[in-house]
């Protein structure tokens, strides 16, 4: 469990570095902002390392919002952090900027040698939405531009990187229009935007997508608050399957993952199997912030992605 006195935390990501080190990145904001909603336009990017996943030793913040004026000069939220074939390491985070008001989200990038001082690459995004496919900031449709929670991973064949991205459509029901926004590159650095690898499936948003192999099949993960007409309301963690790690993903087919207490986990290597590792998000009607114990679990092809009972 990671719980900081003074700090909220919640989204988070991992990592592990050459010596078996765990690296867990998370958001974080002051306990002192008093009312957690505040939390999203004050968030940095927290740093802390572990040997087993349970017991963590903060290190210092890996990234805060830029000066102004930037694209990222108001809040710098979820991420994920990858080894590149430079042996540098590559974080992807979304931004907002002040000029915005927090309401277009956009994905950049810091690098680091040593996985402590991280520098921007850069002055600018990296990535962001294209109308071909995409919604942009339209206040009648979403209550903000959704272009967020990169979650980059090297394509199974060896052919470059590809980059999955909570993102909307630019067509459809208002509430209806999340989807899984797709990005390819050769190098981590120039990055081309793709048509989705979903379809809207009656999702407002598909927040923190992963994708991982587990007990030999390509799943997807992801959360949402969001839901239209039709959907099963109160599920927040869904997962489905695919073919291969390159979609396409039926997210019309996706189920719920019975984890009502955690938001935003991550499927994480632990031991011999997966665990999720998200952050408990309420208790007793109050917020908490805090992020979880790993919590086994196993892909059953009739039941899902469901506890691992034997771990």
Known sequence: MLRLPDHWVWDSWYAQDDDGLRHAFFLRASRALLDPHRRHRRA????????????????PDALVPADAPAW?????????????????WYLFYTGVDRAHDGLVQRIGLAVSDDMVSWHRHGDGPLVQADPTWYELLDREMWYEQAWRDPWVFP?????????????????????????LGHATSPDLLNWTVGPPLSAPAGFGHLEVPQVAVVDGQPLLLFCTNAVAAGRESGQRLWVTTAPSLQGPWDVASARPVAQPHLYAPRLVPDADGWSLIG???????????????PVPVRYDPTAGLIPDIQS
């Open 155 to 179: 394509d199974p064949d060896g052919h470059g990187w590809h980059m999955l991205i909570t993102a909307r459509v630019n067509h459809g029901a208002a509430d209806a229009r999340g989807v």
């Open 279 to 293: 952050f408990v998000e309420h208790a007793d009607g109050e917020f908490v912030g805090e992020l979880s114990d």
């Open 72 to 88: 990222d000069d108001l809040a710098t939220w979820t991420g994920c952090t990858v080894r590149g074939p430079d042996r540098r």
């Open 44 to 59: 940095s990017i927290g740093h802390a390392v572990s040997t087993d996943l349970r017991n963590w030793r903060l290190l």
